[in-house]
């Protein structure tokens, strides 16, 4: 990972220290024998936490989000409004790779059954990018689309996490009750009927950015303990996200609305 340009961790950081100093200064020239400030009270970890999740400002990063029904990962690029999202679903007799993306309010798709390419063919859908439209996706939630940069849902958990903690340098533990805070349990549906308070863990790598979320999830009924673990990483390095030419993407075929529309 490299160093934060500009990014909201950095900014209020920088100008909390801005303020000590410039309230020190003044202090010192209007009575040299002013009575001496009290210290400042201690970071609050949560508001540490917070400061780390990924920004408008920060530049391209990628991530990965992890639960029991599977790994979801990808770019998103703050700048162009940009975000690339790579999905697998496994299944006894083929594996589906689908990837999306977004870039401002357009979307594009990519689909590859592994295993069983007779599936690809009968589908009739290619193999390179397909640009959809939005009017032909009969569901909200069928089409995915750019909204924002904290993809694993971090700020939310966060927010309702209680009892943070500090820990070794850039280490931090709390509590989260999903069940407190609904939005966030429609938010992070994939979790299932977790309740109570699960074990929240988190690192902040020293660029300032959250580097890793993990919340532990007890097993309940048949259903086995699992976790679900957001990661942000390669901040500055990872590649531009930008929409496709004519040349790089067709127009999507019925096949593929069919797809999406099921």
């Known amino acids: 990972m490299t160093q934060r340009t500009g990014t909201t961790a950095t ?29 400042p009270p201690p970071p609050d970890p949560k508001q540490e936490l917070l400061a780390a999740v990924p920004g408008e400002q920060d530049p ?4 990965t989000t992890s ?7 990808g770019v998103v690029d703050p700048a162009n409004r940009g975000m690339d999202i790579d ?9 589906l790779e689908m990837s999306f993306r ?35 996706i009969e569901g909200p939630d069928s089409l ?3 909204e924002g940069t904290d993809p694993g849902n971090a700020d939310a958990i966060i927010r309702a996490a209680t009892d943070v903690q500090a820990g070794e340098p850039g280490t931090y533990t709390g509590l989260v009750d999903l ?5 966030l349990a429609d938010a992070l549906a994939a979790l299932g009927d977790a309740d109570g308070q699960l074990p929240l863990s988190a690192v902040v790598g020293a660029d300032g950015n959250l580097s890793s979320l993990t919340l532990e999830i007890p ?25 496709f030419t004519e040349e790089q993407a067709q127009p999507a075929p019925s096949a593929a609305y069919d797809m999406l529309n099921d």
């Open 11 to 39: 900014t209020r950081r920088l100008a909390a220290v801005a303020a000590a100093l410039m309230a020190a200064t003044l202090v010192a020239g209007c009575d040299d024998e002013a009575t001496p400030q009290a210290a």
């Open 60 to 63: 391209a990063f990628r991530f």
């Open 67 to 73: 639960d029991s029904s599977g790994d979801v990962s």
């Open 87 to 95: 999905t697998v679903t496994k299944d006894k007799d083929f594996t």
């Open 102 to 136: 977004m870039v401002e309010s357009r979307t594009w798709m990519k689909v590859n059954f592994k295993g069983a390419k007779d599936i690809q063919k009968l589908m009739k859908l290619p193999t390179k990018w397909m640009e959809l439209d939005p009017a032909k």
């Open 144 to 146: 995915p689309t750019y």
């Open 179 to 183: 069940s407190a805070v609904p939005e």
């Open 219 to 243: 097993a309940a009924g048949k259903k086995k303990a699992s976790e679900y673990v957001v990661e942000y990483y390669d901040f500055g390095t990872a590649p531009a996200v930008v929409a």
